[in-house]
Nanobody, 116 residues
Framework: QVRLVESGGGLVQPGGSLRLSCAAS????????MGWDRQAPGKQREMVATLSSGGITNYADFVKGRFTISGDTASEQIYLQMNNLKPEDTAVYYC??????????WGQGSQVTVSS
């Protein structure tokens, strides 16, 4: 059974930075991609960034130029560097893993709060 564990969330002032980490355990077969989604109160979950097994990255328009996804899908560890954070970035951030064998799995989530 695949398990994803996030860390690194917290409270930061507008304009500040945070770095999220995600490590997967369990079956590592056929990882297609890993990434980050977020969900703010009263809103739907939305994609933030994705890293494919081939090293291709994809970002939501609202984080381009501010967030950077990195890591290694083969070792199933990814990171999200978040710079110039805004109050609207406040949300629970979920690590996501897509596998051809097990489908999509999410972690338990990490709270990020941007407030002065």
């Amino acid at each position: 059974q695949v398990r994803l564990v996030e860390s690194g969330g917290g409270l930061v002032q507008p304009g500040g930075s945070l770095r999220l980490s995600c490590a997967a355990s369990g079956s590592s077969f056929s990882t297609v991609s890993m990434g980050w989604d977020r969900q703010a109160p009263g809103k739907q979950r939305e994609m933030v960034a994705t890293l494919s097994s081939g090293g291709i990255t994809n970002y939501a328009d609202f984080v381009k130029g501010r967030f950077t996804i990195s890591g290694d899908t083969a070792s199933e560890q990814i990171y999200l560097q978040m710079n110039n954070l805004k109050p609207e970035d406040t949300a629970v951030y979920y690590c996501r893993r897509l596998s051809g064998l097990t489908g999509i799995v999410w972690g338990q989530g990490s709270q990020v709060t941007v407030s002065s």
